[in-house]
């Protein structure tokens, strides 16, 4: 299947006995949820069915973009399975702050030695994080912890030590899991960031926050990921940070492989509601 505004559905919903999959390139600044709401409300329309189930097979930071599968119909029992899958990702990590989401969701709030990050020293610890390993997910995140979302928890406690004028300490709320690391590559460092310009919340279609890190003295660097189910990247970053003697967040992040679809098999967001007749 591939882009291009080429690919059609018919209007009957059982001319497709498996359901359907989309491989869709998430928009920037969407949620995993907005985007499915949005083909949701399109393919039920599409093929005359009001209780048409709609969902997706791993979710994807706001920030990030990518292979997002969006399961229609019978599809949805092969979310687990698709979830299950491995996972290719290209994440750019900026060294020598912290923010406390671990990307640009959140503003940077502590600036960090870049003393011990070099091309050399980077591409010298990589090795040590492929295999199979526990780690912590980002407070800032979708996992449950007695039953509430991570990230409910994380935005009080945020807000309460901002009241008190300290920093951000995630503590130890969450408990780390197992995940694997097959292959890390270092595709690109750069010794100077420059930040782009962000786009302020509310402008255009979007609500999600993007901080802006100009000025500040950061250095960058393009590393591509295979990992299993359950791997946070912007934990990934967080420790790669912390191996080199300092901090380091993730910049942006691109899923290139999904459940078997590789980014060159991903549909636009128009693609898809032109496929569903709108």
Known sequence: MTGGGLLRFSNDIGDYPDGIVLPVDKPYRWT??????????AACRHFGKKNLKVGHAGTLDPLA???????????????EELQ????????????????????LEKPIDRVCPLDGVTEESLRAVLPSFIGEQRQVAPLFSAKSVDGVRAYE?????????????????PGDI??????????????????????????PAGEGRSRINVADVRGYRLKHALIRVRCSKGTYIRALARDLGEALGSGAFLGSLRRTLNGGYPISEALSLDDCLDALGH
């Open 153 to 169: 928890t994380a935005r009080r406690l945020l807000k309460e030590a901002a009241a008190r004028g300290e920093a951000f300490d």
């Open 32 to 41: 995993s949820a907005d985007l499915v709401r949005k083909l949701k409300w």
């Open 84 to 103: 299950a899958s491995e996972k290719e990702y290209l994440a750019g990590v900026c060294f020598g702050a912290v923010t406390p989401s671990y990307d």
């Open 174 to 199: 969450l408990q780390s899991s197992v995940i694997k690391i097959y292959e890390l590559e270092l595709v690109s460092f750069d010794e100077q960031f420059e930040a782009p310009m962000p786009i």
């Open 65 to 79: 973009t990518g292979i997002l599968l969006v399961c229609i119909g019978p599809a949805t029992r092969r979310a």
